[in-house]
């Protein structure tokens, strides 16, 4: 299941990549770098690994959804 989720932020992260301004696209990396940071810390915090598994793979689903947002904007 988590490889599902890492693979579909991967491809919406790359989705995006082309369609930004340099300045944009050095901002979006910064914040994908920090978003990961972050979510490591949180799920390695969990002592069981089903319970890591379960983080993981909701915070990947919901930065993909706010990632999807980038594309949302750029079509308006």
Known sequence: M???ADQEIN???NQ?????????KVELKSE???????????CDAE???????KCMI??????TEALK?????DAD
């Open 47 to 53: 002592t069981e690994e089903a319970n890591r598994l």
């Open 16 to 24: 995006i990549m082309p369609q930004l301004s340099p300045g944009a």
């Open 58 to 63: 909701s915070m990947t689903r919901e930065r």
């Open 32 to 42: 994908q770098i920090a978003w990961i940071k972050k979510k490591e810390s949180s």
């Open 11 to 13: 491809d919406v992260y």
């Open 2 to 4: 988590f490889a599902t």
């Open 69 to 73: 947002q980038y594309l949302v904007h």
